[in-house]
């Protein structure tokens, strides 16, 4: 092969390795969506456990393929019990907090995800920060109070499972860089798994009867799901994740348009204004990194809320 032809097939690569992270970033949304209209007839725990049956409908024939001591022989087992707990936890307060709030505010809350990883990438990975994005970590927390609305409505229910669901999503995803080792399906399995069994407890007592319809819609949530994170993982195998990194806040602008469509819900100038600070000290962070290259971007690949 030329260099030319090398050239363009690399390129070619890195176009597909994009659109495919636009494309995994758009179901992630659908996925969101559907989830929020769920919650309103379902409880939190029964969606969690439907849905984890429609992902094994994707997961099923990919751990046919590996052995089945990948799922027990795994690196640090006590990271990987961590992992399972944050990502678990994300994923219920995700559906606990769009019960009662917009889409579009609690994804607001999710795209701070980036800018607390790269505050506990100091402390728990030893990676140099620089003070220029120890300014954007502050920025982009003030984005998260401004999103909050300083006042009582900051302490309700709904506000704090947001937030307490985007720190568990940041801690996932720096788990993660522990644990690169391990296969994505191994991975995505036993988080899965955890999503069942904590949706079982959730369900007790909360269980409501569904239809063939519903019962499909549910399955197709976790179906959704795991396409979104085939399309992501693979994404990152084609293109640099300084390059895709940036491309998650596209699920910023389809949370507000699928918020609108389906919902009718529109964000307020002030939550407009707190996701816009998020988003620039995230990219900024994204930025210096790739500048400095002592911190490697963090896409969010198998661990997303979705």
């Known amino acids: 092969m030329t260099k030319r032809a090398a050239y363009a097939a690399g390129g070619n690569a890195v176009l597909i390795g994009v659109l495919l992270m636009l494309l995994g970033d758009f179901m992630f949304s659908l996925n969101d969506a559907m989830g929020k209209w769920l919650v309103a007839s379902f409880s939190v725990g029964q969606v969690l456990v439907i849905r984890s049956f429609g992902a094994f ?14 799922l027990y022989k795994v690196e640090r087992p006590a990271l990987q019990v961590m992992r399972v707990v944050f990502a678990t936890g994300d994923l219920a307060l995700f559906y606990a907090a769009v019960t009662y709030l917009p889409l579009a505010d609690v994804m607001t809350f999710y795209m701070a995800g980036p800018i607390y990883v790269a505050a506990l990438s100091h402390f728990l990975l030893g990676e140099r920060i620089g003070w220029r994005r120890w300014l954007a970590v502050l920025i982009g927390f003030a984005g998260v109070v401004i999103a909050l609305r300083p006042s009582s409505e900051m302490l309700s229910w709904p506000s704090i499972f947001g937030l307490i669901g985007s720190f568990s999503f940041a801690l996932t995803l720096v788990l993660n860089r522990w644990l690169r080792a391990t296969s994505d399906v191994t991975l995505v399995t ?49 293109a640099p994740a300084s390059v ?38 995230g990219l900024f962070i994204f930025h210096r990194g790739n500048l400095k290259q002592d911190a490697e971007p963090v896409v969010p690949t198998d661990s997303s809320h979705g």
Do not use: E
Request: glycine residues 10%; charged residues 5%.
């Open 57 to 70: 409908f994707i997961l099923g024939p990919m751990l046919v393929r590996q052995p089945v001591s990948a």
């Open 190 to 238: 036993w988080q899965t798994i955890a999503g069942l069994i904590a949706g079982i407890v959730l369900s007790i007592g909360h269980w409501s009867p569904f239809n063939f319809g519903q019962l499909l819609a549910l399955l197709l949530l976790g179906i959704v799901a795991c396409i979104a994170h085939l399309l992501i993982t693979r994404s990152l195998k084609l």
């Open 244 to 281: 895709l990194a940036p491309l998650q806040y596209t699920l910023l602008i389809w949370a507000v348009v699928l918020g609108w469509l389906f919902f009718g819900d529109l964000p307020d100038a002030q939550t407009l204004i707190g996701a816009g600070i998020i988003v620039i000290a």
